[in-house]
């Protein structure tokens, strides 16, 4: 699916993928489309998680949702509790791929949820930097 940032329409998931320690499970916040999850090899387990109900459902509807069924839990929630109630053990990796800042959009388009810089700046690097898991921030 092609959303606004997605990763396949640069291309960039290539070099995503090959930044990617090895690990147990990996967990995909801002999953929409889930381009990076659905192109990289699988992990064990496999958690996507969006606040948008219309995203998971779309994803849902994917072959891939089926490609992965058995080890693929998706979650539509807020990022930011998800992530405060995950008991990591430190083989999680977690792929970040938030809504673009609007100061730096090309686009006019919107995602139902957005957020401000300062959301970006509590969110991003207060919750996801200063916690246990190994992150990868896209961008
Ligand atoms: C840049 S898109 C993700 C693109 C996606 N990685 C792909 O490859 O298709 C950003 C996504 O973040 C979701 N989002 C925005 N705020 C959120 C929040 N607080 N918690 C979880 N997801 C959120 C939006 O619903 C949107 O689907």
Known sequence: MGYQGSKSLSGAYQAIIAL??????????????????????????????????????????SDNYHRYSGKLELNCCDVQDYLKSYPFTGQELVYADPPYLLSTRTSWHRYRYEYTEQQHFHILIGRIFKSRMRPILGN
Do not use: W
Request: glycine fraction near 8%; hydrophobic fraction near 35%.
């Open 20 to 61: 990617m320690p090895q690990h147990q499970t990996y967990i995909e916040t801002h999953l929409a489309g889930g381009t990076v999850q659905t192109r990289k090899p699988p992990a064990n387990l496999i958690i996507g998680v969006d606040r948008c109900d219309q995203a998971i459902d779309a994803f849902k509807q």
